[in-house]
T-cell receptor, first 115, second 111 residues
Framework: AQTVTQSQPEMSVQEAETVTLSCTYDTSESNYYLFWYKQPPSRQMILVIRQEAYKQQNATENRFSVNFQKAAKSFSLKISDSQLGDTAMYFCAFMKTSGTYKYIFGTGTRLKVLA | DSGVTQTPKHLITATGQRVTLRCSPRSGDLSVYWYQQSLDQGLQFLIQYYNGEERAKGNILERFSAQQFPDLHSELNLSSLELGDSALYFC??????????FGPGTRLTVL
């Protein structure tokens, strides 16, 4: 069975600094996608970034980038130049791309950006 | 704006009552998912529909049921409500084998 683990329940970072959120997963699938979602205080779930497992290049979206280590089953999110608006809960998610539905969320990391 | 709409935004009701939450997916998305998020908790997957048919079931209570209609909107029915059912209920939709897009959620309060 697939699992997604976020081992950091809470983190904080100073404004303008860089922070890395960790995510590990376990699967026997070879084809899958990984995602990071952000949930700000408004509680809206917002897709931050996605990574296809078959792509070796790490995904980047502006200040957000991932470090995808397929062999280690690790998928960390790096936020550069942190802004107050980055304060949110961040969820890592796994989706298999074959067979029946399997979309699994981690338990989340609460990130607070300090002024 | 994700393109997924949910109504109502807020719902306050009493224990033992029944409510219906509604979701309209993004245009063209055939899959609809329902999640429950209790206060400061993660997302609990409830159920998925694809083009009107149930595709997968998660931790959905027997008191809860859902359906997806021919126009692809979906409804989640919660009955015999208990205090512990108070939560944020999300609907999400997706194209095949792709990321989910979430609606704004319905906040249910059971008094």
């Amino acid at each position: 069975a697939q699992t997604v683990t976020q081992s950091q329940p809470e983190m904080s970072v100073q404004e303008a600094e860089t922070v890395t959120l960790s995510c590990t997963y376990d699967t026997s699938e070879s084809n899958y996608y990984l995602f990071w979602y952000k949930q700000p205080p408004s509680r809206q779930m917002i897709l931050v970034i996605r990574q296809e497992a078959y792509k070796q290049q790490n995904a980047t979206e502006n200040r957000f980038s991932v470090n995808f280590q397929k062999a280690a089953k690790s998928f960390s999110l790096k936020i550069s130049d942190s802004q107050l608006g980055d304060t949110a809960m961040y969820f890592c998610a796994f989706m298999k791309t074959s067979g029946t539905y399997k979309y699994i969320f981690g338990t989340g990391t609460r990130l607070k950006v300090l002024a | 704006d994700s393109g997924v709409t949910q109504t109502p935004k807020h719902l306050i009701t009493a224990t033992g009552q029944r409510v219906t939450l509604r979701c309209s997916p993004r245009s063209g998305d055939l899959s609809v998912y329902w999640y429950q998020q209790s206060l400061d908790q993660g997302l609990q997957f409830l159920i998925q529909y694809y083009n009107g048919e149930e595709r997968a079931k998660g931790n959905i209570l027997e008191r809860f049921s859902a359906q997806q209609f021919p126009d692809l909107h979906s409804e989640l029915n919660l009955s015999s409500l208990e205090l512990g059912d108070s939560a944020l209920y999300f609907c999400a939709s997706s194209p095949p084998r792709n990321e989910q897009f979430f609606g704004p959620g319905t906040r249910l309060t059971v008094l």
